[in-house]
């Protein structure tokens, strides 16, 4: 396999940007071996606000958020050109060998397996790495707004800098939010796959990136040794 995608919620924001993408994936997946797991977007903004208001165990927030990431996966497949969902792991390795863009719909997995903490500490950026780590994939591309983890929130200050290279190890020592989940570093920690956070509103650093060139991106190492 050669990389696990996760598309973020937050593109869906501007539709044109979350099309293009999808559009480019579909185009990649005629050269590399993809599977695509959803963000949770608004769908996961929804279960927030009502663990907010009803003050959810952290059991069922972390189920419900799960399901939103399965109904931005539809959504997914529905605009991703020759795409096909599934909840099966097996058939989305499959169909990754047949030029078909599989978006992974992970509840069921998820739910049956629940091998991570039940914690809003755990997004879909960490159920990506689990799912990478299950597929073996060589690469974890996180695709999201901006253009990869920077040493302070860039929409607040101007003197934000993009952190090109970071190990895990590094990361989880980072005071700063970033972003990706704050679970996310102790599962790169002993991965040994290569992660890398992306701005998909430039799709053509996907491709970049699958291909093995620079972009503008963090690139997490893989662990070696």
């Not at 797991?37 to 952290?58: C, E, M, Q, T, W």
């Not at 972390?62 to 996966?73: E, K, P, V």
Request: glycine residues 8%; aromatic residues 6%.
């Amino acid at each position: 396999m050669d990389a696990v995608v996760k598309v973020g919620g937050s593109l869906a924001e501007e539709p044109e940007w979350l099309i293009a993408l999808c559009a480019k994936l579909s185009g990649l997946a005629e050269n590399y071996g993809l599977v695509v797991v959803p963000g949770g977007g608004r769908f996961a903004d929804v279960v927030r606000d009502s663990d907010k208001r009803f003050n959810l165990s952290s059991g069922v927030s972390h189920r419900m958020a799960i399901l939103g990431m399965d109904q931005f996966g539809m959504l997914l497949a529905q605009i991703t050109p020759n795409s096909c969902a599934t909840y099966s792991l097996g058939d989305a390795k499959q169909l990754a060998e047949t030029e078909v863009v599989p978006v992974f719909l992970p509840s069921r997995l998820m739910f049956k397996e629940d091998p991570l903490k039940n914690s809003w500490d755990v997004t879909s950026d960490s159920i990506a790495a689990y799912v990478a780590s299950r597929l073996q994939a060589a690469k974890l591309v996180l695709v999201t707004d901006v253009d990869g983890i920077f040493t302070k929130d860039p929409e607040k200050n101007e003197d934000a800098t993009l952190i090109e290279r970071l190990s895990a190890g590094e990361l989880l020592k980072l005071d700063a939010r970033t972003s990706v989940d704050r679970f996310l570093a102790k599962l790169l920690v002993e991965s040994p796959v290569d992660c890398y956070v992306v701005n998909g509103k430039h799709p053509e650093r996907i491709d970049a990136i699958l291909a093995g060139q620079q972009a503008t991106c963090t690139l997490i190492p893989a662990r070696t040794g």
